[in-house]
């Protein structure tokens, strides 16, 4: 695995964690008949999983956008100056 893909790969495990702090707050125990069921991703994305990813050009520098984006292509994009929203409600998700 390439230098990139790990610190693509790190860069979005730790988006995740941190947006997992933001939604918990405060430390909670779990009630025992509630199974852990959900992903990550889907902890992660908030309406349907569709998103619209902001990246910087690698050449020039300048923001581009692409439209309609399953969550699971996030890993195709670079991490430097990545942004993604929520197609739905337009809420900043990474």
């Given at each position: ?29 779990q009630v025992s008949g509630e199974a852990e069921d ?42 430097n100056g990545l942004r993604v929203f929520c197609a ?7």
């Amino acid at each position: 695995m390439t230098d990139d893909k790990k610190a693509l790969r790190e860069f979005v495990a730790g988006a995740r964690a941190l947006a997992r702090k933001k939604k918990l707050g405060a430390p909670q125990a779990q009630v025992s008949g509630e199974a852990e069921d959900s992903s990550p991703e889907e902890d992660l994305v908030c309406c349907k999983g569709v998103v619209h990813i902001a990246y910087r050009g690698i050449a020039d520098d300048r923001m581009y956008l692409s439209y309609s984006r399953q969550w699971n292509e996030i890993r195709f994009f670079r991490a430097n100056g990545l942004r993604v929203f929520c197609a739905d409600c337009r809420h900043r998700v990474l």
